[in-house]
């Protein structure tokens, strides 16, 4: 694998997180966090587990509501967002933990990131008539393309829980890009992948930026993926960002080397 920094331009700042800070209760989450991503760029979040890494991409879809701070997408600027309307915008999520329908069919999983697109009302949909009708078999059409571009589709009819790990991962990948997003989010999509998993997903995470323009805001813990893969990394400890820049940048930051060394406390 190749890094992607130079393949693609990568333009102008798409969401922009200001002094982000979140607590439960007396817990400090995050502390006064601020980072950019740029359209078609791959944006990475890392750091020791308990960094934070994962409250801040639900700060970021609407899962959790940050006490203090702001976020602008697109030039639109919220403080409050609920998860329904971040996905409106065109922002998706990946989970660390697989939140797949286990007993339903790969293409079945993958059309319910579709539902964000459907026009047609619950009435029409339940009875499958008229405009919901023709509605599916465009959503279908659609969903067969990522099917194909993903590689599973010998895969299309099997209920996913019979499916190896890796390819779940691959399907819940497939449902965030089926909403279509401008900004896709993904919580360690590698996670207890074996090393060729890793790098099939790593292709497909750069497909994706390369192909579809998708920009990419990704959680690893596998630090030599992040440095492959991304154009700039964000660094997080304790709930507080000691690093920022490209993977060279980073991976020379005395601060970083010592937070991942365990050093630093």
């Known amino acids: 694998m190749a890094g992607n920094a130079g393949a693609r331009k990568v333009g102008d700042v798409i969401l922009d997180v200001k002094n982000i ?67 409106e915008m065109g922002v998706a999520r990946t989970f660390q933990n697989l939140a797949l329908f286990k007993g339903m069919s ?87 992948m074996n090393v060729e998993e890793k790098q099939d997903m790593s292709r497909f995470i750069l497909d994706v930026n390369d192909e579809f323009g998708t920009t990419i805001v990704l959680i690893e813990h596998d630090m030599s993926v992040v440095m492959d893969i991304s154009d700039r990394v964000v660094v997080l400890d304790y709930g507080k960002k000691i690093g920022d820049g490209t993977p060279a940048e980073v991976r020379a930051n005395p601060d970083v080397i010592s937070a991942y060394l365990g050093t630093s406390h």
């Not at 008229?130 to 509605?135: D, H, I, Q, T």
Request: charged share 20%; with cysteine.
């Open 106 to 192: 790969v293409l079945d999983n993958i059309m319910t990131g579709r539902n964000l697109k459907m026009k047609s009302n619950i009435f029409q949909q339940a009875w499958h008539f008229g405009a919901a009708a023709r509605e599916e078999v465009e959503q279908r059409q659609f969903v067969e393309k990522i099917i194909d571009f993903l590689e599973i589709q010998p895969y299309r009819k099997t209920p996913v829980g019979k499916m190896p790990y890796g390819l779940q991962k691959r399907v819940d990948l497939g449902r965030a890009l089926a909403m279509d997003p401008q900004v896709l989010l993904l919580d360690e999509p590698m996670a207890g």
């Open 21 to 87: 800070s979140l607590a439960f209760g007396g817990v400090k989450a995050l502390t006064d966090i601020s980072f950019d991503v740029r359209e078609h760029e791959v944006r990475a979040i890392i750091g020791p587990n308990g960094a934070g890494k994962s409250s801040m991409l639900n700060c970021i879809n609407g899962v959790y509501q940050a006490q203090q701070g702001s976020i602008t997408f697109r030039g639109q600027t919220f403080r409050h967002m609920n998860s329904r309307q971040v996905a």
